[in-house]
Nanobody
Framework: QVQLVESGGGLVQAGDSLRLSCAAS????????MGWFRQAPGKEREYVAT????????YYADSVKGRFTISRDNAKSTVYLQMNSLKPEDTSVYYC?????????????????WGQGAQVAVSS
């Protein structure tokens, strides 16, 4: 069955960097776009970034643009989220997800498989 497993979360200080990884199995990784979302306690799930199959097209939420970079390694069936200049407001559980073939890149409903999440906490 399809599995997405995130890793790389942790507790850091404001201004630090972290790289999240999401290893996929049970699917043909190279043919679907992949995305990252995040959800803070008491808040709705928030869009972060999307990368298309070849890696040549990426989209970002305004809140992370210029600080976060999404990338993928199709040979390893893994998508990454490099997070630089972290802020306390980036504290959330981060989820990777596989995008369906239709739907907008920023809507959670456009993604069909989700990982279990990785906690990122940024202290001030």
């Amino acid at each position: 069955q399809v599995q997405l497993v995130e890793s790389g979360g942790g507790l850091v200080q404001a201004g630090d960097s972290l790289r999240l990884s999401c290893a996929a199995s049970g699917l043909t990784f190279s043919i679907n776009a992949m995305g990252w979302f995040r959800q803070a306690p008491g808040k709705e799930r928030e869009y972060v970034a999307t990368i298309y199959p070849s890696g040549g097209i990426t989209y970002y939420a305004d809140s992370v643009k210029g600080r976060f970079t999404i990338s993928r390694d199709n040979a390893k069936s893994t998508v990454y989220l490099q997070m630089n200049s972290l802020k306390p407001e980036d504290t959330s559980v981060y989820y990777c997800a596989r995008k369906k073939n239709s739907g907008s890149w920023y809507a959670a409903s456009s993604y069909d498989y989700w990982g279990q999440g990785a906690q990122v906490a940024v202290s001030s």
